[in-house]
């Protein structure tokens, strides 16, 4: 622990909001970093599956192989990694693991199968295919259900929270799909935006709802979190990032030509996924510890 | 047998034994505290208060900490003690964010009290036990326990503000406690069951 960083913990429990620096600083980014990694794998595969996009589905298994890198050098003793499918009876972690286990199994069979012997369809492939598939439906879920059962972060502890994660996966893998086409002109990039515009309007709705949720009926500690969300420290990522590349600069580019071209409908693509970080990577940071406080009536 | 503790508020002076006797017991490295002391403020002007909040790891029945951690490094020891297995501990700190009672400590880098001059001698005998790139908690000393000793924080309160008993039996001074002065629990609306109790200031 550096020194900065003992003195920051040692004032973050002087105070009465204690923010949570473990997930999202210093090391802890590679947990975000992770979380957003996975997630577009997921949602990629999905899309990709769903319009039988090959390269999606090569993009989706490198995404979900880099996410699972990132996570592994988050963990403070990494070489213990297989140990964390223990507990998957009540832990998230541990389903997050044994998916995307699956996933990078299932999908990197069912890519070579592809390649080797390209339109088979036999046994080997569809259970290739059904491993990837269970695998990629688990990565989708579990990270928000990981913050959800976090009860010390009432922020995170909504039951909103996975449905936004699943939200935001399915996004991604649309921005990816709009980078593809946009590469390789092999989807119709016209379905694709609509579909995107489509998919935002209920990310926004749920993250508006969560919000609403947490200053209407949250605690104290999570009304702190939208407060450092929306005006304290974190308001240039969730404004700058969330707000103006994730949404803003997507719907300026989409507004400005009917029919956009190869290069913004990468622009979009590419905005809406830095959008999509810095909103994990906001709420993440947004999370502040349950005070320790004397109950009122006693 | 449920181990469970009681601190009396009323006799709490804030004079951070509780504190230093844990980390003389335990050795913990700097910023990592198993017991703390909070001093907070109650009321307003002209009747404002100042309450010494004395917390630790509450040992919760029900622990979320137990259900996150995906290795069951966190684990339920004897006699309700939640503890952490080193061993099998991967630091993902999914346990840090279960916790609303915020009592977990990750230990990121070997780090001692006098920087440059390294460690002392009493840190190297002690550091020993705890490794790197795990977290950390309070366990209710058990060696001590086995040894038939309280933990150092109840033996070495200068108040005697807490007391350290078993839950279960009804005889025990920490049940009459509860049930004579009204204990009660931090945070009992998150539902872990706590076995840690305050008496009222």
Known sequence: MSDYRYEQLIEDLRGDYRPQREWGEGKGILMVIGHFLVGVAGGTWVMSSIYGETYGLMVAYLLGALGALVHLLFLGRPERAIKMMRHVRTSWISRGFVGLSLFLAGGGAYLA??????????????????????????????????????????????????????????????????????????????????LWTGVTAVVALLFAFEI?????????????????????????????????LGLIVPAVLLSASMSPSPVVMALIGIASAGGDFFMKLSTVKAGVYLPLLLPSRR | MRLGMVIDLKRCMGCYGCQMSCKAEHGTPPGVFFARVLKREEGHYPMPRRILLPVLCNHCSDAPCVDVCPTEASHFAEHGIVDIDKDKCVGCRACMMACPYNNRYFHDERRHYFGDAGPTPYEEARSERHPVGV??????????????????????CAAKARTFGDLEDPNSEVS????????FNLHPEAGTGPNVYYLAP
Not at chain 1, 216 to 242: E, Q
Request: glycine share 12%; with cysteine.
């Open chain 1, 113 to 194: 199968m592809l390649w080797l012997s390209p339109g088979q369809e036999g046994a080997p492939v569809m259970l290739a295919r059904l491993v990837a598939g269970v695998g990629t439906i688990t990565i989708i879920g579990y990270m928000g259900f990981c913050y959800t059962a976090s009860k010390a972060i009432p922020f995170w502890h909504s039951p909103l929270h996975p449905a936004i994660y699943i939200a935001f996966a399915v996004r991604g893998g649309i921005a990816v799909l709009l980078v593809i086409a946009a590469a390789t002109g092999t989807q119709s990039g016209a379905w694709l935006l609509q």
């Open chain 1, 212 to 244: 609403h949720g947490a200053l209407s009926s949250g605690n104290i500690a999570a009304k702190w979190s939208v407060r450092d969300m929306l005006s304290g420290r974190l308001a240039l990522s969730f404004y700058g990032g969330t707000l103006a």
């Open chain 2, 135 to 156: 977290v950390m908690k309070c366990n209710w000393c058990r060696e001590r326990l086995a040894e038939g000793k309280d933990p150092a924080c109840v033996a070495n």
């Open chain 2, 176 to 183: 009459r406690l509860i049930k004579e002065r009204s204990g």
